[in-house]
């Protein structure tokens, strides 16, 4: 079956611009995670969500960061005014109920010129 | 909080041996502990996991240790092959609490 897709696979943008990253998790799967990795580091945790809430959103780096889930389905990581600090992988995760296996997307590859 | 972290950051093994990666954690009540791999571009994936119950879990040529009175964890993997190639992080969380925190990845590189 089909696995965790995030779109885009790759985004550029400019300092000071917003931008969109989104993520498909496995179908059913209840919980989505959002994590970030910069080179040559773990990732780190940002949110998760179980359904549309977001249960823990303590890896928000600062205010610029928002996450959504309306339908409990698909998720959109959101950052404002972006910086060159911003620039990472971002994961997503999903996993069948929480604290079960999370299983990982490709990641989007942010880069903030 | 919890910090999980690598010994060493790359591993060189020759095709055929075993493999070695260790790993410690700092968090002494975590109490589940993932093993995963990350090729280049690729998110990562499960390999192996053990909770705090267990010392030793093993799945297809792969085995965890888990020494709990160290916080020391470790990844075995058994006739190493070209395709076990890859970074390899641990990681850990507490309870309920679902968020993973991950070392900082170590290499393995196998040589042919």
């Known amino acids: 079956g089909a696995g965790v897709s995030q779109t885009p696979s790759n985004k550029v943008t400019e300092k000071g611009k917003y931008v969109e990253l989104r993520c498909d998790p496995i179908?059913?799967?209840?919980?989505l995670y959002w994590y970030r990795q910069s080179l040559g580091q773990g990732p780190e945790f940002l949110i998760y969500f179980q359904g549309t809430g977001a249960a823990d959103d303590s890896g928000l780096p600062n205010d610029r960061f928002f996450a959504v889930r309306p339908e409990g389905s698909v998720s959109t990581l959101k950052i404002q005014r972006t910086e060159r600090g911003d620039s990472a992988v971002y994961l997503c995760?999903?996993?069948?109920?929480?604290?079960?296996?999370?299983?990982f997307g490709p990641g989007t590859r942010l880069t903030v010129l | 909080g919890e910090s999980v972290g690598l010994h060493l950051p790359t591993l060189s093994v020759q095709e055929g041996d075993n493999s070695i990666i260790n790993c410690a954690y700092s968090?002494?009540?975590?109490?589940?502990f993932i093993w995963y791999k990350q090729e280049s571009g690729k998110g990562p994936q499960f390999i192996i996991d053990?909770?705090?119950?267990?010392d030793k879990r093993q799945g297809q040529r792969v085995t965890v240790l888990l020494n709990k009175t160290v916080k020391h964890l470790s990844l075995q993997i058994a006739a190493t092959q070209p395709g076990d190639s890859a970074v390899y992080f641990c990681?850990?969380?507490?309870?309920?609490?679902?968020?993973?925190?991950f070392g900082k990845g170590i290499t393995l590189s196998v040589r042919p």
């Open positions: 995760a999903s996993s069948l109920v929480v604290g079960n296996e999370q299983f």
């Open positions: 990681a850990g969380n507490t309870g309920a609490n679902s968020k993973l925190t």
């Open positions: 968090n002494s009540a975590s109490d589940y």
């Open positions: 179908s059913g799967h209840t919980a």
């Open positions: 053990i909770r705090s119950n267990m």
